[in-house]
């Protein structure tokens, strides 16, 4: 049984997570699954033999156009451009397609944002006539007339309508992608109350707009506004999340950075500098002052002062000597000495600490599983309320 963890990009609020995990644990294969929200990664158990991670990409995607970042599942050009820009890393790569993300939703947000501006205007109008400060006719930019017939368009509605469509259907594209995909799997989330009450107050007042004999007394004005509010405070929200959510993640990137990038080994008598991710466990390497130490080991030639404050916390540099042992990303302070290679790649105390943190983050708390299962009829109770 393999037991993995992976990011995911693309959700946006408690009942995505319930329903990846409703698509993912239908799989033959996958054992136990769990999707925290918060961290946006996806820690899964399942058997390797029986279903594959190409599967499992698809069931994540299945469930609303979300994706999970894993190496393999990259097109050639995108895994070769990930090896170059990131060394690889799924994480890293997730890590870059948010930050692609909050550009793309911050632009969005601005140009919304501006055209709510004339919405923000009308309604201060609106809120004047009801104090009777001043006077609001029905029409007040009177009426589009068709010659040779008694049809006619109230002005102020149709620029409403002509303002609203593009940021309901452009702007708010996400809410209705994400609606259709989650129908299709016969479930709701949170988009699907945003696309109801939008699109519902689009329809109303589109047709208060081009044909208000239909309601009668009641075509008396529209909701454009409504629906463009809730769009542009939805996106701004999720804005700010993921501005807020970029910050949480700092913890584990500055633990990764804390590593060592090059080590100086000795091979057939010489230095021979290589990056970390090449070094291997038996082998000699060569440290002078001011440089980390790349990986775990002994000892084996020499004496200097080490700082280990980075990981032990400790701030008073350590003296060392040959056979103590000296921990990766550590920094040597005085003299050049030179260690065999004990504990490489995952296997060093920073890699240890760096995935105790990533579980840490993965895990659900009881009261979070509570929510969890409000957040998962939440929405239909809603709709069948409204």
């Known amino acids: 049984m393999n037991k993995e963890q992976y990011p ?97 939703l911050k632009k969005i947000v601005a140009w919304v944002g501006i055209g709510s501006i004339p919405f923000i205007l009308l309604m201060g109008v609106h809120g004047l006539a009801s104090l009777d400060l001043i006077a609001m006719m029905h029409a007040p930019l009177g009426f589009v007339a068709f010659s040779g017939s008694a049809y006619k368009i109230n002005l102020l509605f149709l620029l409403q309508f002509l303002i609203a469509t593009p940021i ?69 929200g999720r804005l700010l999340e993921a501005r807020a959510k970029a910050k949480t993640s700092d913890a584990v990137k500055v633990l990764f950075e804390l590593q060592a990038k090059e080590a100086v080994v000795l091979r057939n008598g010489e230095e021979v500098k290589i990056p970390v991710s090449e070094v291997q466990k038996g082998e000699t390497i060569v440290v002078r002052p001011g440089e980390k130490i790349p990986v775990d080991g002994n000892m084996s030639k020499g004496a200097s002062t080490i700082d280990e404050s980075m990981v032990t916390g400790e701030s008073i540099p350590v003296e060392k000597k040959q056979g103590d042992a000296v921990i990766g990303a550590t920094i040597n302070k005085t003299s050049t000495f030179q260690f065999t290679a004990e504990h490489v790649g995952s296997d060093t105390m920073l890699s240890q600490i760096i995935k105790m943190v990533e579980q840490a983050q993965g895990t659900t708390a009881p009261i979070q599983k509570l929510a969890d299962k409000v957040s998962g009829v939440f929405v239909p109770i809603v709709i069948i309320i409204a």
Not at 77 to 104: C, F, P, V, W
Not at 204 to 227: C, K
């Open 8 to 104: 995911i990009v693309g959700m946006h609020c408690a009942s995505c997570k319930k329903l990846i995990e409703k698509m993912v644990s239908k799989l033959d294969g996958v054992e136990d699954v769990n999707v925290n929200y918060a961290s946006e990664t996806m820690t899964i158990s399942y058997d390797e033999n029986t279903v594959s991670l190409e599967k499992i990409g698809e069931a994540v995607k299945s469930a609303g156009g979300y994706e999970l970042i894993a190496g393999t599942l990259a097109s050639p050009r995108e895994a070769e451009k990930i090896k170059q820009d990131m060394g690889g890393n799924h994480k890293s790569h997730a890590t870059a397609l948010r930050k692609e993300e909050y550009k793309k």
């Open 168 to 236: 309901l259907f452009i702007g708010g594209k996400q809410f209705y992608v994400s609606t259709w995909r989650a129908l299709k799997v016969r479930a709701a989330n949170m988009d699907t109350l945003i696309a109801l009450g939008t699109f519902t107050a689009w329809v109303f007042s589109t047709l208060v707009t081009f044909a208000p004999a239909l309601f009668g007394d009641v075509a008396s004005d529209v909701f454009f506004e409504a629906a463009v509010f809730i769009v542009f405070f939805i996106l701004l």
